[in-house]
Antibody, heavy 120, light 107 residues
Framework: QVQLQESGPGLVKPSETLSLSCSVS????????WTWIRQPPGKGLEWIGY???????TYNPSLKSRLTISLDTSKNQFSLRLSSVTAADTAVYYC??????????????WGPGTTVIVSS | DIQMTQSPSSLSASVGDRVTMTCRAS??????LAWYQQKPGKAPKFLIY???TLESGVPSRFRGSGSGTDYTLTISSLQPDDFATYYC?????????FGGGTKVEIK
């Protein structure tokens, strides 16, 4: 079955850019909405955004000015870039698959998550 | 953004208990509601969509209901594997937003 795995630096300095990748294995990146969700320490889930395999993106308005999500179908990967980070961006970052059809919606496959700490 | 408020934030229960938790939206979401279960240190697990449809493999002791702005997740007979935090998510409008979670603890 489809599996996801996040990768990227675990420590990022304030004002710099956070970059993460998500490798998709066991299935094609075609169809579906490839999603990023984060969870600050001890807090709830925050939806960051997603990219459809067609390339269209939808971002959380609260992050939109700093956010880029991209897709590399040749590598079966998608990526997150979040610029000008602050301590408030410290979180576990999950990559995930959203199935969104007329009859079904759900974030049905998740990566294990990767912790990113923003600190100098 | 649509705000999702879950209550209670935590509850204590025993194995075999019937457990109910609620999720309230700041505006009507037309049954566009999903539920997730998260255990400590793990990614969430998808349980329910469209308010009441169980994802494949989810035990039938989980039941979702509701309409308009008010939704409920009920576990009919709590099992040891069910102690976790549960999150609701609306997908009626973008951005899809999560509730703050209900933590189910062992009494």
């Amino acid at each position: 079955q489809v599996q996801l795995q996040e990768s990227g630096p675990g420590l990022v300095k304030p004002s710099e850019t956070l970059s993460l990748s998500c490798s998709v294995s066991g299935g094609s990146i075609s169809d579906y909405y490839w999603t990023w969700i984060r969870q600050p320490p001890g807090k709830g889930l925050e939806w960051i955004g997603y990219i459809h395999y067609s390339g269209s993106t939808t971002y959380n308005p609260s992050l939109k000015s700093r956010l880029t999500i991209s897709l590399d179908t040749s590598k079966n990967q998608f990526s997150l870039r979040l610029s000008s980070v602050t301590a408030a961006d410290t979180a576990v970052y999950y990559c995930a698959r959203t199935d969104m059809t007329i009859i079904r919606y759900g974030v049905d496959v998740w990566g294990p998550g990767t912790t990113v700490i923003v600190s100098s | 953004d649509i705000q999702m408020t879950q209550s209670p934030s935590s509850l204590s229960a025993s194995v075999g208990d019937r457990v109910t938790m609620t999720c309230r939206a700041s505006q009507g979401i037309g049954n566009s509601l999903a539920w997730y279960q998260q255990k400590p240190g793990k990614a969430p697990k998808f349980l329910i969509y469209a308010t009441s449809t169980l994802e494949s493999g989810v035990p039938s002791r989980f039941r979702g209901s509701g309409s308009g702005t008010d939704y409920t997740l009920t576990i009919s007979s709590l099992q040891p594997d069910d102690f976790a935090t549960y999150y609701c998510q609306q997908y009626y409008t973008a951005p899809p937003t999560f509730g703050g979670g209900t933590k189910v603890e062992i009494k």
